[in-house]
């Protein structure tokens, strides 16, 4: 088997803004209830005619410009979303024609805000295996679009945005090191779009139930993230004989800024190890690991030949983690 490593990465965000303040004027809160609970600022929007095969395209087109290569080359896409244009074709078909991705195949994968650390796993073995030259992982999510802005404790903490990362072969010892994911499908009811799907399909008393929009029970949520989130990233790093001092950058899914530093003060994990950029974006669930990539090699906190570890806890519930030496 060959390895895989990351070869380039694409974002994109949409221009519209949702402030705190914006959220003040809608719905029973302050920006200071929000900041304290969460650490967002504000978030994007996109605009009404956007969908989210909009936002995946814009990112992918990103990553490939970025890699010079045309979509002809691409093997297999990979959308990584729960907010689909529509329940099928797949997000996928429509992002491969918008590209002219001629050969390339590809699939959705639901896996709410784990789901772009599984597309990264997934795409890792293809390539290893070596039936897979280049696959694109995209994340992308429009979460603004199943919220609903009468419930103050869902509605702060969303926002929409897309990456999208190329994955292809390298040397042995180089690129992906390991994966560690899991679910637990006997939290579902902790976070659910309840209505919609074959359980409960469209109807006026769904719509006027409010059903089609997320739900949550916070608490339940938060308790479960910080737990698994740190036993995650603990396990993994324990499998390969790694420790806090060995991980150059913890990128974590940014749910909500107490569960990441709960987290990395149990991994041992210092204040300039660990990322955080909820406070610019809010959880736009596929998007926010891609999105915290990006601001880490801006920044320059992430280099050629740092191990970064990615993290990510979501609805079902879904566990991530996923441990690569950075190759670009």
Request: hydrophobic share 40%; aromatic share 6%.
């Amino acid at each position: 088997m060959t390895g895989a490593k990351i070869s380039a990465l694409g974002c994109y965000v949409p221009p519209g803004l949702l402030t705190n303040q914006d959220l003040e004027r809608m719905v029973d809160t302050s920006n200071q209830w929000i900041l304290e609970r969460t650490g967002i600022v504000e978030r994007h929007k996109a605009a009404p005619e956007q969908a989210t095969s909009d936002l995946a395209v814009e990112a992918a087109r990103i990553a490939l410009k970025q890699r010079g290569i045309a979509a002809s080359e691409l093997d297999a896409i990979l959308v990584c979303t729960v907010t689909p244009d529509m329940l099928f074709p797949s997000t996928a078909c429509l992002v491969q024609d918008r590209l002219g991705a001629k050969g390339a195949w590809g699939f959705d994968l639901l896996a709410a805000c784990s789901g772009f650390i599984y597309g990264l796993t997934t795409a890792a073995h293809l390539v290893m295996c070596g039936s897979h030259k280049k696959v694109l992982v995209i994340g992308a999510d429009t979460m603004t679009r199943i919220i609903d802005y009468t419930d103050r404790g869902t509605c702060v903490l969303f926002g929409d945005g897309a990456g999208a990362m190329l994955i292809e072969p390298c040397d042995q010892g180089e690129g992906f090191i390991g994966f560690l994911n899991e679910i637990d499908g006997s939290g579902g009811d902790a976070l659910k779009q309840p209505a919609g799907g074959s359980r409960l399909p469209a109807s006026c008393e769904t719509v006027q139930q409010r059903l089609h929009y997320v739900k949550q029970e916070g608490q339940a949520v938060f308790k479960y993230a910080v737990r698994k989130m740190y036993e995650s990233c603990r396990d993994l790093m324990d499998r390969h004989n790694l420790s806090a001092k060995d991980i150059k950058l913890m990128i974590p899914h940014q749910a909500n800024r107490r569960i990441i530093t709960a987290a990395a003060e149990r991994l041992g994990l210092g204040c300039d190890q660990v990322i955080i950029n909820i406070d610019r974006y809010g959880n736009t669930t596929g998007g926010t690991i891609p999105l915290a990539t990006r601001d880490a090699i801006e920044s320059g906190k992430l280099r050629k030949g740092d191990i970064v570890i990615f993290a990510a806890v979501g609805a079902g519930f879904t566990v991530g983690a996923n441990l690569w030496r950075w190759e670009y």
